[in-house]
T-cell receptor, first 112, second 114 residues
Framework: GENVEQHPSTLSVQEGDSAVIKCTYS??????FPWYKQELGKGPQLIID?????GEKKDQRIAVTLNKTAKHFSLHITETQPEDSAVYFC???????????FGTGTRLTIIP | NAGVMQNPRHLVRRRGQEARLRCSPM?????VYWYRQLPEEGLKFMVY????????ESGMPKERFSAEFPKEGPSILRIQQVVRGDSAAYFC????????????FGQGTRLTVV
């Protein structure tokens, strides 16, 4: 089955700087890669996703890149703000296998 | 996120009791997924259901756990004879179509077994 690894497990950045979180996956059939943000006591919130036919996708301060050959994808947050502090999870799934396999999460702390 | 409704938000059960967790998907969604999250860990897939059908239950323990998604009403995750190790946050997600599309999560049910 699919295995998703996520790094780093914790990340602290100064407000205004950029944050990068990286994930690798094992199943070459995976073709859908969402990122979720989870705040304390809440459910995961989808913030951006990318499919395997695209190499990069951007939504305001958030971008995701995908390298299918290397089987890794990354989340980039620019101009970080205190409200970006949360736990971020990457995930992967493949057509015909609807379940999401999640990474272990990155606790992002933005230092004012 | 607000569209997927889970209740109760918090549930306390004594060892040996039954826990029933309910999930109402977003309007127009017919696919429901249940995930379990242990403290400080990621989410682990349990079961995937469509109306009146269990599609994939490969992540659900064979004993004590069951799930349903009836034609009418919410999806139910049932845990019989709960043990301390069942304490976790249980999240439900829903999606509108098949073929790995966006899944939206509810706020979860935090189960504590005492």
């Amino acid at each position: 089955g699919e295995n998703v690894e996520q790094h780093p497990s914790t990340l602290s950045v100064q407000e205004g700087d950029s944050a990068v979180i990286k994930c690798t996956y094992s199943d070459s059939a995976s073709n859908y890669f969402p990122w979720y943000k989870q705040e304390l006591g809440k459910g995961p919130q989808l913030i951006i996703d990318i499919r395997s036919n695209v190499g990069e996708k951007k939504d305001q301060r958030i971008a995701v890149t995908l390298n299918k050959t290397a089987k890794h994808f990354s989340l980039h947050i620019t101009e970080t703000q205190p409200e970006d502090s949360a736990v971020y999870f990457c995930a992967a799934s493949s057509a015909g296998n609807e379940k999401l396999t999640f990474g272990t999460g990155t606790r992002l702390t933005i230092i004012p | 996120n607000a569209g997927v409704m889970q209740n109760p938000r918090h549930l306390v059960r004594r060892r040996g009791q039954e826990a029933r967790l309910r999930c109402s998907p977003m309007k127009g969604h017919s696919h429901v997924y249940w995930y379990r999250q242990l403290p400080e860990e990621g989410l682990k897939f349990m079961v995937y259901l469509q109306k009146e059908n269990i599609i994939d239950e490969s992540g659900m323990p064979k004993e004590r756990f069951s799930a349903e998604f009836p034609k009418e009403g919410p999806s139910i995750l049932r845990i019989q004879q709960v043990v301390r190790g069942d304490s976790a946050a249980y999240f439900c997600a829903s999606s509108p179509v098949v073929l790995n599309t966006e899944a939206f999560f509810g706020q979860g049910t935090r189960l504590t077994v005492v």
